[in-house]
Antibody, heavy 117, light 113 residues
Framework: EVQLVQSGGGLVKPGGSLRLSCAAS????????MSWLRQAPGKGLEWVGR??????????EYATLAKGRFTISRDDSQNTLYLQMHSLRTEDTAFYYC????????WGQGALVTVSS | DVVLTQSPLSLPVTLGQPASISCRSS???????????LSWFQQRPGQSPRRLIH???KRDSGVPDRFSGSGSGTDFALTINRVEADDVGIYYC??????????FGQGTKLEIK
């Protein structure tokens, strides 16, 4: 069974940093591209960025909202995806989801990031 | 960027009746590889989204056959035959053809009358 288990959400002050993790199981993680999406409370879904499999170069790509502040990485030895966020703003408050990058077939349970003073 | 416009945004339905949601794209969603990457998702209250349909009409594993997808080019639809109480939630269409990947419609809230 495919599972994506997220951790790392929480409350952070504006300008602060936070790292989200997404532990994958039930599929060959190292071969799969992965993405992060987010959803502000009561709002729609927004793509944050993706990372290719290491066999495809392992390089990340970012939405404009994430460029220069967010970094996506992966550790295939741990079957884990990461989203490191810096310089957080109140408008970054959202549920963050990791997904498999195959037309979003599988989703994590979400992690709430609240940016507030 | 491509814009996906869903209608209606609110959909009250009587139990056992059919329901249909439209998703219109500002550009054709036919990829250069010939595939149309249009998917549908269900988000129940308090849960993460779940994919129901991909590539316009391919039902995901475990999805009841009451759910069906149709359409081509720029016009797509999700149809639910015989709505059940368990179907309450927000439904999103999503395109994966154009950059940036994963553009979603605004969502359609289905509720029981």
């Amino acid at each position: 069974e495919v599972q994506l288990v997220q951790s790392g959400g929480g409350l952070v002050k504006p300008g602060g940093s936070l790292r989200l993790s997404c532990a994958a199981s039930g599929f060959s993680f190292s071969h799969i591209w992965m993405s992060w999406l987010r959803q502000a409370p009561g709002k729609g879904l927004e793509w944050v960025g993706r990372i290719r499999s290491n066999t495809d170069g392992g390089t990340p790509e970012y939405a404009t909202l994430a460029k220069g502040r967010f970094t996506i990485s992966r550790d295939d030895s741990q079957n884990t995806l990461y989203l490191q966020m810096h310089s957080l703003r109140t408008e970054d408050t959202a549920f963050y989801y990791c997904i498999t990058d195959d037309d979003a077939a599988y989703w994590g349970q979400g992690a709430l990031v609240t940016v507030s003073s | 960027d491509v814009v996906l416009t869903q209608s209606p945004l609110s959909l009250p339905v009587t139990l056992g009746q059919p329901a249909s949601i439209s998703c219109r794209s500002s550009e054709s969603l036919v990829h250069s590889d010939g595939t149309t990457y249009l998917s549908w998702f269900q988000q129940r209250p308090g849960q993460s989204p779940r994919r129901l349909i991909h590539k316009v009409s391919k039902r995901d594993s475990g999805v009841p056959d009451r759910f069906s997808g149709s359409g081509s080019g720029t016009d797509f639809a999700l149809t639910i035959n015989r709505v059940e109480a368990d179907d309450v939630g927000i439904y999103y269409c999503m395109q994966g053809t154009h950059w940036p990947p994963y553009i979603f419609g605004q969502g359609t809230k289905l509720e029981i009358k």
